[in-house]
């Protein structure tokens, strides 16, 4: 059975708090201070921090600060002006520069008062100016019950386009979460909530994990106070007795580290109580079950240490084999590296320990993506390096030195890792995270494709705009359909930035043209069947024409159509299955003439000769059926001998691209222009059908003594005229007798083109 919490419970202390809980929770006691008592707090907290800033510049900030806010008061009845010092000081602990604690102690006065931004650009420049509006519109981000998190989280470092803005946030966040005491109950849940699912989540993912676990803390108490006192009583109970198990511990092995000579530095790390009721809650355990409450730490000087120091806890303590980790020699993705075992202790209970250099211990402590996925259990690649890249921009402030260019900060602070991708919202405020230079037409087909193709107009920020109108992040985006939209316009392909709106956009038309391909060869169909009495209803339930979409590899009526419809087909291939023959003597003929051919093809071995082969097997090429007169070159093929191409043949082209080695050279020789050799070439009629027309082309080719080896047909419609294809492959003796059979075919009326291979 798993442990489950009483919501039912009365809170206890009905809201009020101990001495300990101001104490755990860094709530501070309300002080009125005067103007040199606050200034003084916050200078003495600067120099404690050693930080190298510009006093001048954040005196000033403090004055203009304390001068707008005067008579203001907060929900706790204490002076406005303390909020922006406790956030000034809290940026101070994260050793900030200059601009983010002066934008820090700012970062109310537009919202609150009459400074306007152009004022703080004024007396503090551009960069404050750029902080103080970024912190302002982050406060007025909508409302929004999106189930997306992970977007929301994107969308806040995103809006912020500097990094420095969300630090400001985070640290205004904290202040107000230790103060939340003092709001309405409503209000505390709504605060906390957000914060625990937001604002925490980002602390941790760009390296602020002590403030991700004050605001975890704080968020818990007010959710779920019940629980929240219920872990803390029990965590108190315990403590005494924990303590003094965790110290035997580290002593056995400080004495042990001592007697082997390495310098190292053990300590016991506390669960926090969230962390707790959380491990609680996904490993469905009672708190007396969990025994991995310390985790104990042991941070040595070098790396070959951290293996000399785990054969020591082995030599102690039973390891529990499957749970260990080596993330020293293979460290995970964003570089997190420490050892992590845990061991049977005292009482048999499990014990966690995590041995890592200094180096090691900053960056597992700085709360870097790998640390992130190794505790949620739930991350993204392209997540992991969204908040991995963020954290390094972070890390850019911290140690960039006052004066250096600001041209070169701003823009490794402001760097394209927060601009892959924009977040807009929709009309209801849900977030969209979409690639950067998305237009309204791609929102509207990454909400949903049905939408995008009866897209008419789009509105941005309330404001008709058109199609192509490129969004930027924070943008309010309405998409205008309409049921009766035929679909998109051929112009839409470039209103779209987004691959997969263009892959939408084709789709729509290949299937515009598919129906109406299957129309048209449905038509085809239709008309045929008529003229032989049938009706197409009818005989598609007939087996002939279920074996021939068997044989042709097609799965329903609406393909067949389709291939009908582009000429893919013949026509006159199919209806010869349900066609009654009447046309006796074009049959008669097509098998004399073909049986003919066929007799020629065999007589005729051709006339080429190649360089430097003798009685090589070759054969002509059927992609371009070379003629006497063509320009030709040889390519030797894989166990099929040489295959004559013309030089000016698509498919010898590739090939010579691809293996210029294998041409030769290959010319005709005298008995190639003689009467008695001749050779198979394809060529296609296009023409306007007619009945005879097959006849006197077969006369035609009988004329010029040439003979027939195959021919095929197909129907199709061209602006609403009956057209025909005419595929014949004869055999024929050079290019000028294939040039002269061409112009006389074209001279029949009915001939529209004849087409070489």
């Known amino acids: 059975m798993g442990y489950e919490m009483d919501e039912k419970k009365v809170p206890k202390n009905e809201w009020k ?4 809980d101001i104490v755990d929770t860094k709530i501070p006691a309300i002080v009125n201070k005067s103007y040199d008592e606050l200034l003084k707090q916050l200078t003495d907290r600067i120099r404690e921090n050693r930080l190298d800033v510009n006093m001048d510049k954040i005196e000033h900030a403090f004055i203009l600060a304390y001068e707008s806010h005067i008579g203001q008061k907060r929900k706790s009845g204490e002076d406005y002006i303390l909020h922006p010092v406790e956030v000034a000081e809290i940026l101070a602990d994260m050793k900030m520069d200059t601009d983010t ?4 102690l700012l970062h109310d006065v537009v919202e609150d008062t009459l400074i306007v931004l152009e004022d703080i650009e004024d007396n503090f420049g551009k960069d404050v100016k750029k902080l103080v509006d970024g912190v302002t519109k982050l406060r007025n981000l909508p409302r929004t019950d999106s189930k997306k998190l992970e977007n929301k989280r994107k969308m806040v470092i995103a809006m912020s386009e500097d990094i420095r803005v969300v630090i400001i946030k985070l640290a205004d966040r904290l202040h107000n979460m230790r103060t939340l005491k003092y709001m309405k109950p409503e209000k505390q849940q709504e605060k906390s909530k957000e914060t625990i699912e937001i604002y925490a989540p980002i602390a941790h993912r760009i390296g602020m994990a002590r403030i991700k676990w004050e605001l975890e803390d704080i968020s818990f108490r007010f959710l779920y106070p019940n629980d929240y006192y219920e872990i803390k009583e029990l965590v108190n109970s315990k403590r005494r007795e924990r303590e003094e198990y965790t110290a035997k511990f580290i002593e056995k092995i400080k004495i042990e580290l001592e007697k082997n000579n390495i310098k190292g530095e053990v300590t016991g790390r506390p669960k926090h109580l969230y962390s707790i009721y959380r491990k609680m809650n996904e490993k469905q355990k009672r708190f007396m079950d969990l025994y991995d409450l310390i985790a104990i730490r042991i941070i040595v000087e070098k790396k070959n240490e951290c293996y000399n120091v785990l054969g020591i806890i082995h030599d102690l303590f039973i390891p529990v084999f499957d749970r260990f980790k080596d993330y020293v020699s293979q460290p995970k993705p964003n570089g997190y590296q420490s050892i992590h075992t845990t061991v049977k202790g005292p009482n048999n209970q499990n014990v966690e320990i995590q041995i890592r250099t200094q180096e090691m211990h900053e960056i597992a402590e700085e709360g870097v993506a790998a640390h992130w996925k190794y505790k949620e259990k739930k991350s993204k690649s392209k997540n992991e390096k969204f908040y991995a890249d963020v954290k390094k921009l972070k890390d850019s402030v911290q140690n960039k030195k006052e004066n250096e260019k600001k041209v070169e900060f701003a823009q490794e602070v402001t760097g394209d890792v927060l601009k892959q991708t924009i977040f807009v919202f929709t009309p209801k405020d849900d977030i969209v995270e979409m690639p950067r230079n998305s237009t309204a037409l791609d929102f509207a087909f990454q909400v949903h494709t049905q939408i995008g193709y009866r897209t008419i107009g789009a509105k941005v920020n309330g404001k008709i705009v058109q199609l192509n109108q490129v969004l930027k ?12 939209m035929k679909g998109p316009g051929k112009d839409w392909i470039e209103m779209v930035n987004n691959h997969s709106s263009r892959v939408k956009i084709r789709k729509w038309f290949k299937d515009k043209e598919f129906e109406e391909k ?11 069947f008529d003229r032989l009495g049938l009706k197409l209803k009818d005989m598609l339930e007939d087996e002939r024409v279920f074996l021939y979409m068997k044989k042709y590899n097609i799965g329903d009526n609406k393909t067949l159509f389709y ?11 199919f209806m010869n299955k349900f066609e009654v023959k009447e046309e006796k003597a074009l049959e008669k003929v097509l098998e004399e003439e073909t049986e003919k051919g066929h007799r020629q093809k065999e007589r005729n071995q051709g006339g080429v000769k190649i360089s430097g082969t003798e009685n090589t097997m070759y054969r002509f090429a059927k992609c371009c059926s070379p003629l006497p007169g063509d320009e030709i070159r040889g390519y030797v093929t894989r166990g099929r001998g040489i295959a004559i191409h013309r030089v000016d043949c698509d498919n010898f082209i590739s090939l010579m691209q691809k293996e210029p080695e294998r041409e030769v050279d290959v010319y005709w020789d005298e008995s190639a222009s003689s009467s008695n050799s001749t050779y198979e070439f394809n060529f296609t009629i296009k023409a306007s059908d007619r009945n005879g027309l097959l006849l006197d082309i077969i006369r035609i080719l009988n004329e010029y003594k040439m003979n027939l080896i195959t021919v095929n047909t197909n129907n199709f419609k061209e602006n609403g005229n009956e057209r025909i294809f005419i595929h014949l492959r004869i055999t024929i003796r050079s290019r000028d007798d294939f040039d002269r059979l061409a112009n006389n075919l074209k001279s029949m009326p009915e001939i529209i083109d004849v087409i070489k291979k």
């Open 17 to 20: 708090m101990t001495d300990d």
């Open 101 to 104: 604690i002066v934008a820090g």
């Open 473 to 484: 992040t924070g943008d309010k985006v309405e998409v205008i359909t309409s049921k009766n």
């Open 518 to 528: 299957s129309k048209e060869g449905e038509q085809i169909l239709e008309k045929e």
């Open 563 to 573: 291939r009908f419809g582009t000429g893919d087909l013949s026509l006159d291939g």
